[in-house]
Structures are given as structure tokens and as C-alpha cells.
């Protein structure tokens, strides 16, 4: 019996000096990818980082955490931001958030809130990534408290090599039918988005309302503090379904406007 207990006490002892171990690295970690965000040009801030999780998870927490660009066309601020893992998963991450968010959208403050907003974060060889977000209800709010909520919301962005692909779900009411829901679908590819320096782009923009395709294909520039450029693809066999959704993108991408105009050209996909 002594045996047994001086085993158990032995091997709690290392188990304890190797998560105390793994403890430091895992924010060592973190510090490196904050890092290397800064290196890339965007501005991260946090009050404290603390962690928690023993014996077999690591709980990082950033208080009053705020990433932004230099330009200030983008800022995101919160209370707190968790990151989690497990002890033997390295490569795979949990991100939880808090209710409220605030964000400044070209040059625009936003609210957003929402609940169980949370992501599963995997990373493969390389720079490979794989991002996937949930939250049963989101809502922005925008000058001059003009609100879209959204639910059952998923994002998905996935990094590979030099460029990320996004992919968003949410339903929401329809503008002219508040009774009736729409079920928006958003494709669209991103530059690098570890790369604050490089162009801000969003290209083979795909839109579909309840599954039928609004949007075939477009692209968007962002410029600094300038108003976005770029064109969009009308699918016209499915227009007249789409007038709902069109007036959902405009109402909150003109309260982010403001008095700026945007210089989005419409082309007419004729294919069936």
C-alpha cells in the first residue's frame, strides 16, 4: 500500500512539473503570435493575461484585449477573450467571447452582441489553418442605431497559402416581411489575413438567399479611409427573390457609410 501511494504521489509530481511546464510554453506561445501580428502591422493590446486549466487544459484569458490596424479603419475591443486547449492537442484551439464587442468598421463604430459566440481553431503543416465560428444569436448596431440580428450563425475561414477563403450562414427576418425568415449564404476569398499590409480585398463574392444564388461572382476593395470599390455579379434568373436581401445589405453597409458613397458597380449574370 505504501508502494501504490508513493507511485501516485511520484507520478503527480510529474505530471504537475510537466503541465507547469507546458504551462509556460503554451503562453510563450500566444506572446509569439501576438507577436508576430504586430509584425505584420496590427496593434494588439490587453490589460493581463492569466492561466488557468490544471491538470489537463490550459485556459489562457486576455483582459480588456483591443486589436486594430494602423490606419484605424478596423478596431476590435472586448472584456475578455479566452483561449483554451487540452494538454495533448497543440494544434487545436477553443476561443470563447464575451457577449458584447465593440468594433469600428471602415472608420464606423459598431456594437455587436451576441450569445455563445465561440470557435474551434485547427492548425495543420505550415501556415495552414482552419477556423470555424458559432453563435445561436448575433447582432450589429450601427449608427444611428440601426440593428440586423442574425441567428444561428456560422463562419467558417480557412487559410491556405496566400489565401483565405470565407464562407458565413446566419438566417435573419426579411426587411419587407419581418413575419418571414431568409437564410443568407456568403463565399468570398480574402488576401492573407496574417498580412495587415496587403490589399484589402474580398474577390469571387458569392451570395445565395434559401439556397438559390443572388450574388455569381464579384470584388470589393477596401482602401484605408476610403469608400469601397469594386463590382457585383447579379444573378437576374433569381432577382426577384432578392430584393430582401439586397435592401438587408444595404441598410447596415450605408449606417457604416455614412455620408461616403460607394463605388460598387452591378454587372447581370443572364445564365440560367
Known sequence: MQRLIILVLGIAILWSGFWFWGAERNKAGIAALVAGAEKSGWQVQFDQISQMGFPNRYDVTLRNPQIGNAAGTFDWQ?????????????????????????LTLAGQPVRLTSQTLRASVTQSEGAQWRATATAENLTFTANPGLSLPVENVQISIEQRLEKTRVYAKGTTAQ???????????????????????????????????????????????????????????????????????????????????????????????LGS
Open 78 to 102: 472586448a472584456a475578455f477573450l479566452q483561449i483554451m486547449r487540452l494538454t495533448y492537442t497543440p494544434t487545436h484551439w477553443l476561443i470563447i467571447w464575451p457577449d458584447t464587442h465593440d
Open 175 to 269: 426587411p419587407l416581411s419581418p413575419n418571414a425568415e431568409m437564410t443568407l449564404e456568403l463565399f468570398a476569398d480574402l488576401p492573407d489575413m496574417r498580412d495587415n499590409k496587403a490589399t484589402r480585398s474580398a474577390q469571387n463574392i458569392i451570395i445565395k438567399l434559401n439556397g438559390k444564388t443572388l450574388i455569381s461572382d464579384g470584388m470589393v476593395n477596401f482602401h484605408g479611409d476610403m469608400p469601397p470599390q469594386g463590382w457585383l455579379g447579379i444573378k437576374v434568373a433569381n432577382l426577384n427573390s432578392g430584393w430582401a436581401v439586397l435592401t438587408a445589405l444595404m441598410l447596415p453597409l450605408k449606417a457604416l457609410l455614412g455620408d461616403q458613397v460607394a463605388d460598387i458597380s452591378l454587372k447581370f449574370d
